[in-house]
């Protein structure tokens, strides 16, 4: 029942994290997440793994997400790559990002 109790603690307390965008990339595989974070929610989140494969040997190089923001009254938005300034836009706007760990918030 401890352990059950502190994996449920450890759990919630990762979704108060912030993914770390580091760079801006482009891929085209595309998996769908379902958002868990609270910067997610009411926007479409797309998780993609970016996988390299030489010599028979798989290696994960890096790890993305997307956000389509919606245009909802009131909300900060999404967080820009580049400069990380929050923006207000009418209609959907596409910001990747790099994830600089093997687990992403979303």
């Known amino acids: ?28 595989d595309k998996m ?12 479409v989140c797309v998780k993609t793994m970016q996988l390299s494969t ?3 040997n798989t290696k994960l190089l890096a790890i993305h997400r997307e956000c389509y923001e919606h245009d909802r009254f009131g909300e900060e938005g999404c967080t820009d790559t580049y400069n990380g300034t929050k923006t ?8 990747t990002c790099f994830c600089s760990e093997d687990w992403c918030n979303f």
């Open 88 to 95: 207000r836009r009418t209609g959907p706007r596409l910001i």
């Open 1 to 28: 029942m401890l352990l059950c109790s502190f994996l449920l603690f450890a759990s919630i307390s990762r979704l108060g994290e912030t993914l770390k965008c580091v760079q801006s990339t482009t891929y085209e």
């Open 32 to 43: 769908l997440e379902a958002p868990v974070a609270v910067e997610c929610q009411g926007k």
């Open 54 to 56: 030489q010599q028979n």
